[in-house]
């Protein structure tokens, strides 16, 4: 049995530790529960878009929650030849006070996203030019593509005259 090593609060991998408890086989895991650590010198904060993922005989599909956001406000890349990358930048468009009108918000609750950021190292098996993506309702839909398996050959007993 290993150790979890823990030298501050910030060093904690969740998910590693999830994976780990769960004994989540290392490719799916990978996908499932990627490192959520990202070092950005800038200050800024970025925050995690939560996701579920649906793994199909021909591909997987990622769904994201990203309320309040368009799709122009979203950008999914792929970097390094395998990492998806799902970005936004984080602006909420709100109406502006209507001064004239006698308009004006009375609370302002609802906190505007934050920059959002997710990296997920995919499978060897993804096709990388076919992945497609939809923003609809608050939710973002990631697809992509599996490369079918090479056919397995097959042994044919020739008889011999």
């Known amino acids: 049995m290993s150790r979890v090593a823990i030298s501050s609060p910030g060093d904690l991998d969740f998910g590693g530790l999830v994976s780990h408890l769960l004994d989540v086989p290392d490719a799916l895991g990978k996908v499932i529960f990627p490192s959520s650590r990202s070092h950005h010198g800038n200050g800024e904060s970025e925050g995690n878009i939560e996701v579920d993922i649906l793994e199909t005989p021909k591909e997987l599909i990622m769904y994201m929650d990203v309320p309040g956001l368009s799709k122009s406000d979203i950008q999914v890349t792929v970097e390094e030849e395998k990492l998806l990358v799902v970005r936004s930048n984080g602006k909420r468009k709100r109406e502006e006070n209507d001064e004239e009108g006698g308009c004006k918000y009375l609370r302002l609750e609802r906190r505007p996203p934050r920059k959002l950021m997710r990296k997920f190292r995919l499978p060897d098996n993804c096709n990388m030019s076919a992945i497609t993506a939809k ?9 992509v593509e599996k490369i079918p ?13």
Do not use: D, F, Q, Y
Request: net charge neutral; with cysteine.
């Open 135 to 143: 923003c609809e309702n608050g939710v973002l839909t990631v697809t």
């Open 149 to 161: 398996p090479p056919p397995k050959s097959r042994t044919v007993e020739v008889a011999i005259a």
